[in-house]
């Protein structure tokens, strides 16, 4: 894409000619050749002399072709996030795509639960899933799901693989669809059998942790106290420590899309440093930018975990919106401990 002020271009080649046709409102170009060498010509065209690119998404093979294209005098300047804060706060048709998305994802989830059979291993039950993900419309789940059984649960990130779940075991299941372009995410938690005390209590600091999250949702609240909702009930319940990523995340077209729910990072530590070394030196400080806010019409994620090496882990995950007043959970499943 190339934007200008007056207008929007679209760059693709031949194979999508026909199909972007009846989907892009926008002036399109059909390249034989690569899509920057076309940009380039549209930008010598128009004499536009200053070029803002996203660096996150352009590679560094495409800016040396492109700088090279460019007359003598045009400059490249990178311009981070412009879009993504743009793409935060979403549409009231956004929101009502991401609902159909959310209620596609539970009830996959839902139909999956009702053809569990114990022996079943951990790549099934995450095909099973993503076959009903398909079966209800969705094009494809929203990134790559994540079964996890007993002590594997205490691995955030686990990869499905063949082992077979057996009486008296936890399962942890984080799950998110893709339905017309928009995504979703969920994470519940199961046992097979009675889960011992130990489980339960870790089971419930949990959802504590994730209700105060929610509860502190609302527009004008930075996103580091919501983070710090959740950090304080697993600290109350010495858990600090095992709750190892950030407390959630924005989504829409993407599954991780700004705003990130996390801790003031580094680089602000780093900013109000040198803050202190300029005002130290008697010289003007740089800028400090503001912390994140929400703002109502964005979807967001709360997903605290912790996780306790070689026993297990938990995660309770919704999907929730900003709203003028607060915030609606917008997934349906219950969050109650299931029992299989």
Known sequence: MLLTPGEAHFFTDPRYAAETATTITCKRHIAKGPLILEAASVIKRKGFRRIGFEPAWMNLDQYAILKKALPAGVSLHPVSNLIEDLRAVKSPAEIALIRRSVLANSEAFARTLKRFRRGSSELEIAAELEYQMKALGCQRPAFDTIVALGERSALPHAHPTSRRVQANELILIDMGATLDG???????????????????????????????????????????????????????????????????????????????????????????????????????????????????????????????????????????????????????????????
Not at 192 to 206: E, F, K
Not at 214 to 228: T, Y
Not at 327 to 337: D, G
């Open 182 to 340: 928009y995504t979703s995410d969920m994470t519940r938690m199961a046992f097979t059998g009675t889960p011992p005390q130990r489980l339960r209590n870790l089971y419930n600091a949990v959802l504590e942790a994730q209700l105060a999250g929610l509860n502190a949702v609302r527009p004008g609240v930075a996103v580091d106290k919501v983070d710090a909702a959740c950090r304080e009930v697993l600290k109350r319940h010495n858990l600090a420590k095992e709750f190892v990523h950030s407390t959630g995340h924005g989504l829409g077209l993407e599954i991780h899309e700004a705003p990130k729910i996390g801790k003031k990072d580094k680089a602000k530590k780093d900013r109000a440093q040198k803050a202190q070394a300029h005002k130290a030196a008697g010289q003007k400080a740089p800028v400090q930018k503001p912390p994140i806010e929400l703002r109502a019409g964005m979807v967001i994620t709360i997903e605290p975990g912790a996780y306790i090496e070689g026993f297990a882990g938990v995660r309770i995950e919704d999907t929730a919106l900003v709203t003028e007043r607060g915030c609606e959970v917008l997934t349906p499943t219950s969050k109650e401990f299931v029992y299989l």
